[in-house]
């Protein structure tokens, strides 16, 4: 080998998938291992046999716990991965949540896929088991934040904060003299809930993400959007469906909330579930790293005890026979599964109710369809009619914005000698990047799936198997 490589695995031509392996002569490690959502062609990508083979990769670095990074983990470790996975200490306590909670989730999708025939396989699988999951957790190795380590042999790294959720970081590593930045997902430099992520140090080559690399977060107070929404659905009797991813984006959401009702803006004998064994986990965690927080211990008590939580899979069947007024905030946050499914189901063709998108839809998820005007979901193998009211917040946010994105580089002490733009949807990350070259004058582009770059020289490159 020439010189050490990177090889871009996943989240190269969309906003999920993040894989990135770096491959030196010695040694082999991945910084983070997420599954691919979305688009079927996208999922399937989860399903196929692994780039290279797991025994073969001596680390993991993970940025941080959300399932697009942290996800394929399991798959890895039963497939013959034996080695350290380095994440912060909140990231390793989420994943300790969100792993087994996957596997089962998947366990559970394969028996209603198989007990209502809605798979075209027989015997339908799921990806990894709850079993998978522990056995990987054991692997986790906590990891503080600004302190050296060497996760593989030759390669030196550190992990900075990134703001974004509980244990969020970049990745910094020097590999064999070349240095190379992860951004993982940013933070919003004033968001509400979580403090801003460092500046980017000084590297050759960086990695930077696009999510909404082609969008600005409209300057709009979170409560003055959802506010009105709650009273108008309310004051017809209606139930609130707010989708929320449950790390992070659920402790936002509720957030505002308590604001809300703190103030007398939306009434206070009206019921909030949080209907997520995960986010009540997730959120109570989130308590025990108040450093990386805006708020007060007073504020994030209240904020703890704003909703009523939904534990068991009666109390959420329960929900269902109820009906408004009342507030549910429940996973998935893009209506890809979990809970939310069957309240979307139940409520979503009753025009009272609203579902409250709360975020980022990636292409190919029901809550995509939903902010395009979809007015009929496929849940569970039929087609559900939506005649609910969907409003779409854009003030939700938990990612950087273009603008933030711009602000962020341009705190870096020099120009990388290459920055490679990823982690977005193809309009996102080629819009990202063009900002990049004429604002900044750097030398970026955006890399394509399986695309290997020799690090000593950043301009070669070549596709996996040519």
């Known amino acids: 080998m020439p010189s050490p490589q990177l090889h871009f695995l996943g989240a190269a031509d969309t906003v999920t998938g993040s894989r990135y392996l770096i491959q030196t002569a010695s040694a082999r490690m991945l910084v983070d291992c997420g599954l691919f959502q979305g688009y079927k062609v996208l999922r399937e ?76 396989h027989e015997n339908p699988t799921p990806l990894y088991r709850e079993v998978d999951a522990f056995t990987a957790l054991r692997a986790f190795h906590a990891q503080p934040l600004e302190v050296p380590f060497q996760p593989a042999p030759g390669i030196e790294a550190k992990l900075v904060s990134a703001g974004h959720i509980t244990g969020a970081a970049q990745v910094t590593l020097d590999v064999q003299g070349v240095v190379v930045h992860f951004s993982g997902d940013l933070g919003r430099l004033a968001d509400p809930l979580m403090l801003p992520p460092d500046p980017p140090p000084a590297t050759d080559i960086l990695v930077v993400e696009s999510t909404y690399g082609d969008r600005r977060h409209p300057d709009i107070d979170p409560e003055s959007e959802l506010g009105p929404v709650i009273n108008r659905v309310l004051g017809r009797g209606g139930v ?155 003030s939700l946010s938990a990612h950087a914005d273009a603008d933030e994105i711009m602000s962020w580089l341009r705190q870096a002490p020099r120009a990388p000698r290459m920055t490679f733009v990823t982690h977005g949807e193809p309009a996102a990350a080629d819009t990202l990047r063009r900002r990049i070259r004429h604002e900044l004058g750097w030398t970026v582009r955006v890399p394509e799936h399986r695309e290997i770059v020799e690090l000593n020289a950043e301009t070669e490159s070549r596709r996996a198997g040519e």
């Not at 073969?56 to 013959?80: C, E, F, I, K, Q």
């Open 45 to 120: 990508r989860n399903r196929a046999r692994f780039p290279v083979a797991p025994e073969t990769v001596d680390a993991v670095v993970l940025t941080h716990a959300h399932l697009d990074h942290s996800g394929y983990l399991p798959a890895l470790v039963r497939d013959g991965f034996a080695g350290r996975i380095y994440a912060t200490p909140g990231t390793t306590e989420l994943c300790r949540i969100l792993l087994p909670d996957s596997g089962r989730l998947l366990e559970e999708e394969a028996e209603w896929a198989k007990k209502k025939g809605s798979s075209r």
């Open 240 to 394: 609130v469906i707010i989708p929320a991813f449950a790390v992070g984006r659920a402790e936002s959401v509720l957030l505002h909330l308590s604001r809300l009702r703190d103030r007398g803006e939306i009434p206070d004998d009206v019921p909030i579930y949080l209907n997520s064994p995960m986010a009540v986990a997730a959120t109570e965690l989130a308590r025990r790293h108040p450093e990386e927080r805006r708020q007060s211990a007073e504020e994030a008590e209240r904020v703890a005890s704003v909703a009523i939580p939904v534990r068991t899979v009666e109390e959420s069947i329960a929900l269902n026979a109820r009906s408004g007024p009342m507030i549910i905030v429940a996973a998935s946050g893009m209506i890809t599964g979990g809970r939310v499914l069957h309240h979307v189901a139940r409520f979503g063709p009753d025009p009272r109710n609203a579902i409250l998108l709360s975020g980022f839809q990636a292409g190919g998820t029901r809550g995509a369809d939903l902010a395009a005007g979809a007015r009929s979901l496929r849940i569970f193998g039929r087609d559900v009619p939506i005649a609910a009211e969907v409003v779409q917040s854009a």
